[in-house]
């Protein structure tokens, strides 16, 4: 694999959004390793019904489970909201939950909220169980996210700068890590 593609999925719909500052630092920081596919809109899939998932299925549906299949490595950058995650995030997620669009794909997380602990034990707790390759070192929460993302959506606190590089690096050295079995859903 020379440059990956991440498929970057935001769990934020919000107009200014914490984590998509976040999506955004990374997608100039990282340029140079890898191409980025931001998802947009996860709020747009509709709500996830087992009986639909036996039919055809909507396009953005299917669109999200390709990108997902096509990405050599999924990037979740999301806020906590009631000591969970975004219902959008967790509904688009149910989608991919008959299929094995997740199975060994390279796992990063960033929960930028107030204090995110729950939204990270739950987002790891779903992705490990649908057998995706997470890490401790590929994860980093930004607590009080909001007092550490300026105007500009840049990030304020250099300290928090720093573990996003380090945690990016971890990232895709597990992207790059020997994949031993390609995705495939029916
Ligand atoms: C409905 C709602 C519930 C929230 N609940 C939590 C929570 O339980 N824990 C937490 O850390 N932050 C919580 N927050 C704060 C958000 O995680 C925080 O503002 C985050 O930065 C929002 O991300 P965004 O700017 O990318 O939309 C909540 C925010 C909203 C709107």
Redesign the pocket.
Known sequence: MSKPTIFVI?G???A?????AVVEIIRQNFADLADFDVCEGVDLLPHFRPDADQAALPQNVLDFRRRIEAADGVLFCT??????LPGSLKNAIDWTVSTTVFYNKAIGIVV?????E??MESLMLILTTIEARVEASATLIVKG??GKIDQKGALSDPPTADALHRMMLAFLELVHRENPTPTKYA
């Open positions: 935001s934020s719909t919000a200014r959004s914490s984590n998509r806020p906590e909201y009631v000591f969970s930028a909220a107030a204090s995110g729950k939204a996210a909001k």
